[in-house]
């Protein structure tokens, strides 16, 4: 897809904030410091443009781009930061949820988990979330440029047993490995 426009348009903490153009939306989900903001930038190829950190937590509200002026790319924030307190995980769990079952406009739910690592628990709940609801979603295993070749396909097989329902795209925000293949289930699901 060809990106003529990528603008941050607003951030969301309850349903009175959402947009309500009634475009249609593809969402990003993960725990925090997975990589949801540094996907959403490497795939408009615009740095900067959600905001990415080290530090785990970095994006803690329900954040809006428009894409084209036709779509939205929707940046959650990242669950399972052990280190938030009881009420801003419970807040999590409530924002997300919210938005996550009541959102007609969206279209597709992009759920990433760590291509180094075995589906962590909350993972797993988050997919079987999915599954259970037939949303339209798939996996991306991100940060795929940090591992061998071979040790990429063991833990994608590792990934797929773990998530035995849904389709997996392995992707690198550094190198840009899995973007054509993730635009065309994006565009796909348009
Ligand atoms: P929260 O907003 O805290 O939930 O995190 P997030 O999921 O938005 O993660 P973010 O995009 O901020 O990335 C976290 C860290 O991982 C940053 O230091 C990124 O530079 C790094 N990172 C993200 N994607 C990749 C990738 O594909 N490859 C490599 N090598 N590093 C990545
Ligand atoms: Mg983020």
Redesign the pocket.
């Known amino acids: 897809m060809k990106i003529t426009g990528a603008e941050f348009v607003k951030s969301a903490f309850n349903e009175s904030h959402w947009t309500t153009d009634g475009l249609p939306e593809i969402a990003?989900l993960?725990?925090?410091?997975?990589?949801?903001?540094?996907?959403?930038?490497?795939l408009l190829q615009r740095k900067g443009l959600?905001?990415?950190?080290?530090?785990?937590?970095?994006?803690?509200s329900i954040n809006f781009f428009l894409i084209n002026e036709t779509f939205y790319f929707v940046?959650?924030?990242?669950?399972g930061?052990a280190k938030v307190s009881k009420t801003m995980r419970a807040d999590w769990g409530k924002m997300a949820e919210e938005y996550l079952s009541k959102r007609e406009s969206l279209r597709l739910f992009i759920q990433?988990v760590d291509?180094r690592h075995k589906p962590t628990e909350l993972d797993k709940q988050l997919n079987e979330w999915l599954v259970f609801h037939q949303k339209n979603h798939l996996i991306v295993a991100?940060?795929?440029?940090?591992l061998s070749n071979n040790k990429l396909n063991k833990s994608l097989q590792e990934i797929e047993q773990a998530l035995p329902e849904s389709k997996i795209i392995a992707?690198?925000?550094?190198?840009g490995?899995g973007r054509d293949a993730l635009w065309r289930e994006i565009e796909n699901s348009l």
Request: net charge positive; aromatic share 10%; charged share 20%.
């Open positions: 990003f993960g725990r925090s410091n997975v990589g949801k903001s540094s996907l959403i930038n490497s959600a905001r990415t950190s080290n530090t785990p937590g970095r994006t803690q940046d959650l924030p990242g669950y930061y990433l291509a991100t940060k795929a440029d940090k992707y690198s925000a550094t190198t490995k």
